[in-house]
């Protein structure tokens, strides 16, 4: 394989990535998404026209550009075009209702729009006089040119323009900005430095032993960087990737036969669900000999090793970070994160950051040893920024435990986070939306375990005096204003919430509490 490590540090920026692989891998497969083929020669081409289309829309170096898109071609054209100009791309959750879209837009500072036509009624609901947005821009069948919302110009997505020529950019400069969610507050805009882009196509290709003859494929979104970095992975080996458009339990192997996998990507919560599906033949037809498989359970890993022959590697990394940790495919030991990867230092420390001996949790530091391998901050959040790499180091918020061999063993999130169907969830976000219910006093939003690999969203609120509460329609009145894994399963009604002297919410005594005979409970829908 090509070793992506030994790229010189000024070619660690996507333009460069796009040139190098052109002249490199030539005519040989790249890219498949929603029926359009890129060879790698041709992606620097078909980058550089979109690039044009911006430029003459009046997208500068340093503009943001936000995307909410499914997985088609055009989505992934503008996020690498803006790296091309040195503008700066914000995929946003396609599940993002008015509300968040407003946030993610004002916040960024977007000035352009790009929106799939499915999703733009959503816009109705979002106040865009307080965005900087100068027009949107409507991919899709459905576009209707020169219509206009909250004063902003809509039209159909532009053709793509003259070959546009690559900015000068530098390792340093940011590629990207991408929303995690906030776990005391709003979600926080991470700064994505082209350097770091560059590194998580490097490390996972690394971690993989990815080659030219690989064929990468992923049912994860386009707005994550999970996602974004295998475009980066087959980028740097001469690799294919296939985007599918969607995770589908009963279409997994199918799909993954037809395109003709050799690595899959999943989440924890999706073995669960793969291996509820019956077992047949198709398991097995296949050509997948590796798949990436963070938070997967040690059994369902193993059950599903078993019935598909294909291991599973497990691992850490966050949008702040990179893929820093991981197991080796030869590795006997199950139920770790697995071991510190090259380029990278870890410590589990104590409250004052003090590094705590094996075997004793702690929260994990990080940091890197490469310029630019994490990301630089949050965007227009200093505060939050100096907070989270205190120390020249990064906390990470999770707590975990180092064994004796140098394993590294997730214990439990440290922050006020829930994770469900793969996503980061704000109980922040969560409570302020069941908090404008009229009938609502106070609530406190916090995880509890569901049968699959992961979290299930719990609130429990206390009604307005004189008003009867009702779950059901309170569930209902999320639906319009938040993305639908952040709907909580289960409502309780209570009288009170377990405080401190000061007055805060003890969420670890109701995560403890957890469900219970009074608990309403809005039954799971599993998407096929």
């Known amino acids: 394989m090509t070793e992506p490590e030994a790229l010189a540090p000024v070619a660690r920026t ?27 020669a041709q992606a620097a081409d078909i980058v550089a026209r979109r690039a044009g289309a911006l430029q003459r829309a009046g997208v500068q170096r340093g503009d943001r550009v936000a995307l909410m898109c499914g997985n088609r071609v055009e989505c992934l ?19 993002s ?26 816009l109705q609901t979002a106040d865009l006089s307080q965005t900087a947005l100068a027009a949107v821009w409507i991919v899709g069948e459905k576009a209707a040119d020169g219509s206009s919302i909250g004063g902003v110009t809509r039209v159909r997505m532009p053709a793509p323009g003259d070959a546009a020529e690559a900015a000068d950019v530098q390792p340093g400069d940011t590629l990207a900005i991408l929303y995690t969610s906030g776990t005391t507050g709003p979600a926080k805009g991470v700064i ?77 919560a999706m073995v669960p669900i793969l291996l509820a599906q019956p077992e047949g033949e ?98 227009n959040m200093p505060d939050k920024t100096v907070e989270a790499w205190r120390n020249l180091w990064f906390h990470t918020g999770d707590r975990v435990v180092r064994e004796p061999d140098g394993a590294f063993r997730f214990i439990d999130r440290m922050k006020d986070a829930i994770r469900r169907r793969g996503e980061n969830i704000s109980s922040y976000e969560v409570e302020q939306v069941l908090l404008s219910h009229p009938a609502v006093a106070t609530v406190a939003v916090y995880p509890v375990q569901s049968e699959l690999a992961e979290d299930e969203v719990m609130a429990s609120l206390i009604a ?41 919410v003890q969420k670890f005594k109701l995560r403890e509490r957890g469900v219970t005979a009074t608990t309403w409970d809005r039954a799971p829908t599993t998407k096929k």
């Not at 796009?18 to 083929?37: E, H, M, V, Y």
């Not at 996020?79 to 396609?94: D, E, K």
């Not at 968040?100 to 500072?109: E, H, P, T, V, W």
């Not at 639906?479 to 309780?492: G, H, T, V």
């Open 192 to 268: 994505c430095p082209h350097a770091q882009f560059h590194w998580w196509g490097a490390n996972t290709a690394r971690i993989l032993g990815l080659s030219d003859r690989d064929v990468l494929c992923t049912t994860l979104p386009l707005f994550h960087i999970n996602a974004l970095n295998t475009f980066a992975q087959a980028a740097l080996t001469g690799a294919e990737v296939v985007f599918a458009p969607r995770f589908s339990a009963s279409g997994f192997w199918p799909a993954m036969q037809a395109c003709g996998a050799t690595v899959v990507y999943l989440l924890g």
């Open 464 to 504: 307005q005096p004189g008003s009867h509460l009702d779950v059901a329609e309170l569930a209902t009145f999320c639906e319009s204003r938040l993305p639908y894994f952040a709907i909580p399963r289960y409502i309780d009604i209570v009288d009170n919430l377990p405080r401190t002297e000061n007055g805060k």
């Open 77 to 95: 054209e503008v996020f690498l075009a803006c790296g091309w100009l040195g503008a700066v791309s914000v995929p946003i959750n396609t599940a």
């Open 97 to 122: 209702m008015g509300p968040q879209i407003q946030y993610f837009l004002a916040n960024s500072g977007a000035r352009l729009l790009v929106i799939e036509d499915a999703l733009a009624e959503r």
């Open 282 to 379: 198709g398991e097995r037809a296949h050509r997948v000999r590796v798949g990436l498989g963070p938070g997967v359970p040690a059994q369902a890993g193993a059950d599903f090793r078993r019935r598909t022959g294909v291991q599973l590697l497990e691992g850490y990394g966050s949008t702040e970070t990179n893929f820093v940790i991981a197991t080796r495919p030869d590795a006997q030991r199950t139920g770790v994160m697995g071991w510190l990867q090259p380029g990278f230092e870890a410590r589990v420390a104590d409250t004052a950051d003090a590094a705590l001996p094996d075997g004793e949790a702690g929260e994990l530091l990080l940091r890197a040893d490469e310029p630019y391998a994490f990301a630089t901050g949050y965007f």
């Open 14 to 40: 996507l333009p460069a990535m796009l040139q190098r692989q052109r002249a490199n891998f030539g005519d040989k497969p790249l890219l498949s998404i929603a029926g359009t083929r890129w060879t790698h």
